[in-house]
């Protein structure tokens, strides 16, 4: 359907509802509503329904357009005066149609919003089917107004609605007109495929009704539809359909409809003749501008097609001037709508400057009157609140001292406890190294007891073999026995004397490694010697594992660096005692630093917070260097040079 086609339907059938039952024009039943509207005994909702039929019976006359409009107002404000809530929504509803019927468009929007959004802030019960009937005149305004973006949002919004209260098919034939609305917007846009599908959706909502009458009505705007589409053949058995139903009912509207578009159609099927006999028709019966407008066209082109130029003139003369017509009432009407548009906003201006000055005025004194007020109020404040201030800082130099005692005794008390709990700490630490020691000390005598004692007997009961008497194989056997024998006595030796150092009971660490250094050069290939500064009594635990640590170090270098030489050398730097030992053997491979008996001396640093690091720079064999921080206890300093 194109703009001109949808004007027409648009104009022709507006909504399918009403609040009242259709009132024949009757002037008695005019003057009888009159009369009881101005009658004092009347009571407030008889005066509504009278001023209902009023407005209704105008709006059919349509030969008053003053009057209905007076009237609607009337009616409006006596519903809001007297809180007539359905009253309200009807005027509403009267009103915006009646601007419709003038083509006041703008005006005809303003009261729908305002309908909408006084029925939401007021809250005012509404069925959704009453709110539609609002929504679909302000429809018909967005789309003359070429806004059919808000048009259809509009009419989507209220087919939700309309189906959420839907029960029992109460509301099909709102929604069928609805869908029917949308696809007139979409048409308006000549965007004929979605208009199509609306119009389909309009037709399985109003096929549940029983009103017959308008689903023809429907199916007109459907032909024309597929007219547009160019499917013509798709729907000519539609078109003769509306053609028998409204010749069979007399329906003039309906009839002029659907000849105008079974012209249009013979016309797309270039079947000039057909197109040409339902034209005339038309012409014969009807009046309507618009109609006679599309019937001219279609005579029109039909006779210029049959090459008939004498009478494709006459039709083309006579679609002229309908269209200029058309075209000078549209323009008339405007202007009407905006000369008449701008009178009230003229009048509303004057009648807002004069309020303005008003306001201004007493706002001026309201200005005066509430500074004095305000100058009383903040004078007395401010001397209230002097008073005020002067108490609470009272209250807070309390707070404060109480505070302050507070914290001194509180921090008396933490550091009370804190030094009870470090010599818990350190009871519990003295007597966890006592028992160590101790479990120590029994390990070392049982490995030297029973271990020793056994490898003693060993090496007897071989001493007793003579190996004069034994072959060759045997005495390599003989040696290796007695070779391996020694070595497992020595290393029982090692053990005990790391597990529980007996020279550790008698001495210091500096003496104590000093005597394990010249027992060491008596027997071994690799010379060692020992650098000690001056260092701090040392507790127990510390002296224990950097003394086994020093051992371990010392086996790893007889075992495998194949020294000459080797130094130990310690010394206190700060609250650090340091441990560097050195060797010029072929030193450890490059990040391989595990094995080589260095987890032992990773697991005893742990146990006294130390560091353990390899020097990778040292290019004379191997550097190793141990870092123990050493607590304020254990620091007593000892001048004497070791």
């Not at 709110?131 to 939700?160: C, H, N, P, R, W």
């Not at 191997?622 to 206890?633: A, Q, Y």
Request: aromatic letters at 10%.
């Amino acid at each position: 359907m194109n703009k001109l086609i949808i004007t027409i339907f648009l104009c022709c059938f507006g909504t399918a509802t009403a609040q009242l039952k259709p009132i024949a024009k009757d002037d008695s039943l005019l003057r009888s509503s009159k009369k009881q509207w101005l009658n004092p005994q009347t009571k407030p909702i008889q005066k509504a329904k009278a001023l209902q039929r009023i407005v209704v019976l105008y709006f059919q006359n349509q030969s008053s357009t003053d009057s209905l409009a007076f009237y609607n107002d009337l009616y409006l404000r006596y519903a809001w005066e007297h809180k007539l809530k359905t009253f309200i929504v009807d005027a509403y509803f009267q009103k915006v149609k009646a601007q419709r019927g003038r083509g006041d468009w703008i005006a005809l929007i303003k009261t729908g919003q305002e309908a909408l959004h006084k029925i939401d802030s007021l809250k005012i019960s509404v069925s959704a089917h009453q709110k539609s009937l609002i929504i679909a005149e302000m429809v018909y305004g967005y789309i003359f107004l070429s806004d059919i973006e808000k048009a259809v949002s509009y009419t989507q919004q209220s087919i939700e609605s309309l189906k959420k209260e839907n029960q029992n098919g109460a509301n099909n034939l709102q929604i069928s007109m609805m869908y029917l609305t949308t696809a007139r917007a979409f048409g308006y846009t000549n965007d004929y495929l979605t208009s199509g599908l609306y119009l389909d959706s309009s037709l399985v909502y109003i096929n549940q009704t029983n009103d017959i009458l308008q689903k023809y009505y429907i199916l007109n705007d459907w032909v024309s539809n597929k007219i547009d589409l160019k499917k013509y053949q798709e729907v000519l058995p539609t078109a003769y359909q509306c053609l028998r139903f409204f010749e069979k009912n007399a329906n003039n509207r309906g009839l002029t409809e659907i000849q105008m578009l079974m012209g249009r159609l013979f016309l797309g099927l270039k079947k000039y003749d057909e197109a040409i006999v339902f034209s005339k028709k038309n012409i014969e019966k009807i009046t309507n501008a618009q109609i006679l407008y599309r019937t001219y066209e279609t005579l029109y082109h039909a006779h210029k097609a049959k090459n008939q130029l004498a009478e494709a003139l006459i039709a083309h003369e006579h679609y002229i001037e309908f269209r200029d017509k058309l075209f000078n009432e549209q323009v008339s009407n405007t202007k009407v709508a905006l000369e008449r548009r701008f009178a009230e906003e003229k009048a509303a201006v004057l009648l807002n400057k004069e309020k303005a000055e008003v306001t201004i005025q007493k706002r001026y004194r309201n200005y005066f009157i509430a500074g004095a007020m305000l100058l009383a109020i903040v004078s007395a404040g401010l001397f209230f609140n002097r008073r005020l201030l002067q108490k609470q800082n009272q209250e807070i130099e309390y707070q404060r001292d109480t505070i302050e005692n507070l914290k001194v005794n509180l921090e008396a008390k933490v550091q009370l406890r804190t030094a009870e709990l470090q010599k818990a700490y350190d009871e519990i630490k003295d007597a966890m190294q006592r028992g160590q020691n101790l479990e120590r000390r029994c390990m070392a005598a049982d490995l030297h007891d029973n271990l020793g004692s056994l490898l003693t007997a060993i090496s007897i009961s071989l001493d007793n073999i003579n190996p004069l008497n034994l072959n060759h194989r045997e005495k390599k056997i003989y040696t290796n026995i007695i070779s391996m024998t020694e070595n497992a006595y020595a290393e029982i030796r090692l053990l005990s004397h790391n597990l529980m150092p007996e020279v550790l009971q008698r001495e210091e660490l500096p003496q104590a490694l000093e005597q394990f250094v010249r027992k060491l050069n008596l027997n071994q290939k690799i010379h060692f010697s020992v650098k000690i500064n001056a260092l701090p009594t040392l507790s127990n635990v510390v002296s224990l594992n950097v003394y086994a640590i020093c051992l371990e170090l010392v086996q790893n270098i007889i075992k495998h660096s194949k020294a000459t030489e080797s130094t130990i050398c310690i010394f206190e730097n700060g609250p650090i005692l340091w441990v560097e030992v050195t060797d010029n053997g072929k030193g450890l491979p490059r990040n391989q630093h595990k094995g080589f008996g260095i987890g032992n001396i990773q697991t005893r640093l742990a146990a006294i917070g130390g560091e353990f690091l390899v020097d990778n720079g040292y290019s004379r064999g191997t550097k190793i260097i141990i870092s123990v921080p050493l607590e304020d206890d254990q620091i007593k300093t000892n001048s004497e040079f070791i």
